[in-house]
């Protein structure tokens, strides 16, 4: 059975989902749908919710006044994220898995 996005989105807690603003240039702001994946320490990692999903770290030094966004394009990235976020199953066993599947739904819709 099949789990469409807006049925999920539902059930997800407001604090894993969020809408990112980038500004592409002075004029133009573009707004992303995204839910958290990952969380360490000061970073989060976030999924876009667009057609083509792209990876987004949010990063908040506590010495920085504004926190640093990038996509990454590095999966490599992702996988080093996930890791110290413990989601590899090795650090917390069936979160970790749980996070894994709900990544696998996120990148084969």
């Known amino acids: 059975m099949s789990l469409d996005l807006a049925s ?3 059930h997800t807690p407001e604090n894993e989902k969020t809408t990112v603003f980038i500004h ?3 004029d133009e702001i573009a707004s992303y749908d995204a839910l958290l994946v990952a969380q ?3 970073r989060k990692l976030f999924i876009t919710l667009e057609p083509k999903r792209r990876y987004l770290t949010h990063t908040h030094q506590p010495d920085e006044e ?3 966004i990038d ?3 590095d999966y490599e990235e992702v996988e080093a994220l996930l890791e ?3 989601l ?3 650090h917390d066993g069936e979160q970790g898995i749980l996070y894994h599947n709900l990544l696998f739904l996120l990148m084969n819709p």
């Open 66 to 68: 504004e926190p640093e």
């Open 24 to 26: 592409v240039d002075e």
């Open 71 to 73: 996509f990454l394009t």
């Open 84 to 86: 110290d976020a413990g």
């Open 40 to 42: 360490t320490r000061f």
């Open 88 to 90: 590899d199953g090795i």
């Open 8 to 10: 999920f989105l539902h």
